[in-house]
């Protein structure tokens, strides 16, 4: 696989992190400008959002930990030469998934849907990261 092939799901996704990060600052500007939120509210970092700030803030946050795993893993494969077709595209999968978990996330924030759209991309990186062992320690 090329290189590029193998970075174009990162930097989506990336493009993703920064997508919920500029949607943050929005959410909480305008929070601020309006009046919602004082200053003295949230100065030492207490949750004192409103719904809105607060559900597009979590799901930022989010994407600093499932996905660190699977920055982690194409960081390996990727100068081993063990990202191939599978890799490539269970990473697309995997990204497809953090999409539909960050667009429930905040959206409804039907927890029900989340989870199961959050636990079929853990499963997806799970499967990849098993697929990448198997690989390098017996050469598959």
């Given at each position: 696989?090329?290189?590029q092939m193998v970075?174009?799901?990162v ?18 500007r ?7 939120t ?7 970092g207490?949750?004192?959002?409103p719904?809105d ?12 930990e ?15 030469r063990?990202a ?17 978990h960050?667009?429930v996330?905040?959206?409804?924030n ?5 989870s199961?759209i ?7 990186l799970?499967?990849m ?5 198997l690989r390098?320690?017996?050469v598959?």
């Amino acid at each position: 696989m090329s290189v590029q092939m193998v970075l174009l799901p990162v930097f989506v996704q990336v493009g993703l992190t920064f997508a919920l990060l500029i949607g943050m600052v929005f959410a909480r500007r305008r929070s601020l400008v309006s009046g919602e939120t004082k200053i003295r509210d949230i100065a030492l970092g207490e949750p004192n959002w409103p719904k809105d700030a607060t559900q597009v803030g979590n799901c930022y946050r989010n994407q600093f930990e499932l996905p660190v795993l699977f920055y982690a893993l194409i960081a390996l494969a990727l100068p081993l030469r063990h990202a191939d077709l599978f890799i490539v595209l269970m990473s697309w999968v995997f990204v497809v998934a953090r999409f539909a978990h960050a667009g429930v996330f905040v959206s409804s924030n039907d927890l029900g849907r989340r989870s199961t759209i959050w636990l079929a991309g853990a499963l997806v990186l799970l499967a990849m990261w098993i697929y990448f062992a198997l690989r390098m320690l017996l050469v598959i």
